[in-house]
């Protein structure tokens, strides 16, 4: 059994951590509250953008689009964006999103994966660490797509130009976003979506519906030119939104449970360290107890 001092240590370094994790729970309750603001603010916004892109796309042959946002081309090189945080401490939220991209790729792009032609745009530092590791093929480095620190839409929009630059390029044929989207402060929801090319499917009955919704000016085809990369923009910092509120999120919950955990540790060690005084006493007593007799 430990001494008394051991134990009274242990206890005093547990109190202080305790103290570190209701600090860094109320720091984490506090950003959620203003990154879920921002996140709500933005969902009907993005929202609506899509949906009145997919309604103009609808009535337009595909190939009358000018944008090669859109172009269909034979899968070879596929680019996936991950979005998971900067720092730990926010229990699986991390390690979940990872498994779900692991099996999506193993699923999905298995023979791009063992011909190296698959690559890995990592927003945030612990999902760029984890693939760098493993010899995954790896853009740039953590700082060059760090957008967490500067969580503004013109940086967003500085990573994702780049994204549309290689596409346009024919560097990828296929990119795919992965991020945890808010749910509620308690649980994510993992989001692998497909992000280039755009997903066009001509709608013969609205092509050939009258034109009541909408009135374009000039026409349909120039207004997709800057209306499809403006969605695919908004979409992407949308991500950032809700991976970001999400990571609060659960950074406050995990908080929450190591205090908890913080507390029955505390109390497992006093019930230990009454159990040593206890026994200490005890034994002073019977030596006592025990000189007496020899006295007599």
């Known amino acids: 059994m430990a001494n008394l001092k051991e134990i009274r240590l242990r206890i005093k370094g547990v109190q202080s951590t305790q103290k ?6 109320m720091v984490s309750a506090a950003k959620l509250k203003k990154s879920q603001n921002r996140m709500l603010a933005l969902r009907p916004y993005a929202g609506k953008l899509k949906e009145i892109m997919d309604h103009v796309t ?22 996936m964006i991950v979005v998971t945080t900067n720092r730990g401490l926010c229990g699986p939220f991390n390690s979940n999103l990872i498994k779900e ?73 296929k990119v795919h976003l992965a991020y945890n989207e808010f749910k509620n402060v308690m649980a994510q929801t993992r989001q692998v979506e497909n992000f280039l090319p755009v997903a066009v499917e001509q709608d013969e009955a609205a092509t050939s519906a009258p034109q009541a919704l909408y009135i374009f000016e000039p026409d349909r085809e120039k207004i997709l030119s800057d ?47 009454n159990k040593a ?19 007599d």
Not at 20 to 25: E, G, L
């Open 227 to 273: 209306l499809i990369p403006k969605a695919l923009r908004t979409q992407f910092f949308r991500a950032l939104l809700e991976s970001n509120a999400a990571e609060q999120g659960a950074r406050m919950v995990a908080m929450d449970a190591a205090t908890e955990n913080a507390n029955e540790l505390i109390r497992d060690l006093r019930l230990k360290y």
């Open 58 to 79: 609808a009535a337009v042959n595909p190939s009358d689009i000018p944008s090669k946002l859109v172009e269909k081309r034979p899968v070879e090189n596929v680019l």
């Open 277 to 295: 005084r206890q026994a200490t006493i005890t034994k002073e007593i019977l030596e006592i107890a025990a000189g007496a007799d020899a006295l």
């Open 20 to 25: 570190v994790t209701k600090a860094m729970k």
């Open 101 to 173: 991209i692991n099996q999506f790729v193993d699923d999905t792009y298995a023979a791009e994966k063992e011909a190296g032609k698959l690559h890995f745009l990592c927003v945030g530092k612990k999902g760029h660490e984890f693939y760098k590791k493993r010899g995954y093929n790896v853009l740039g480095s953590h700082e060059d797509y760090d957008v967490f620190s500067n969580l503004t839409f013109d940086r967003a929009n500085e990573v994702i130009s780049q994204v549309f630059e290689s596409f346009e390029a024919g560097t990828y044929d």
